[in-house]
Nanobody, 120 residues
Framework: QVQLVESGGGLVQPGGSLRLSCSAS????????MGWYRQAPGRQRELVAE???????IYADSVKGRFTISRDIAKHTVYLQMNSLKPDDTAVYYC??????????????WGQGTQVTVSS
């Protein structure tokens, strides 16, 4: 009914940049908050950044000053601009969206993830 698809992951050198995108589609009335999470090898999934409909933002301390989250509300799309990437940023990055479906059912939807690898 509702699907999230991430894109933009890949392999970059330390200090490089990537821009992730995530688009929600389906039977959507409204998308409230959207966010990015990541899971590194041997670690639990953690919050990277979130953004509200009003474009208020929350960042993990580890990415503040390096990552920027933004969104296009009309396109149901959230972005994550990642600069000054470090090897510790290597993880699978997952998109999350708080969806209000057309039948007004509210729920969280997750993407399948996109791999980000930071290595020389």
């Amino acid at each position: 009914q509702v699907q999230l698809v991430e894109s933009g992951g890949g392999l970059v050198q330390p200090g490089g940049s990537l821009r992730l995108s995530c688009s929600a589609s389906g039977s959507i009335f409204k998308v409230n908050g959207m966010g990015w999470y990541r899971q590194a090898p041997g670690r639990q999934r953690e919050l990277v950044a979130e953004i509200t409909e009003g474009e208020g933002t929350i960042y993990a301390d580890s990415v503040k000053g390096r990552f920027t989250i933004s969104r296009d509300i009309a396109k149901h799309t959230v972005y994550l601009q990642m600069n000054s990437l470090k090897p510790d940023d290597t993880a699978v990055y997952y998109c999350r969206a708080e969806i209000i479906r057309r039948d007004l059912w509210e729920f969280s939807s997750w993407g399948q993830g996109t791999q980000v690898t930071v290595s020389s």
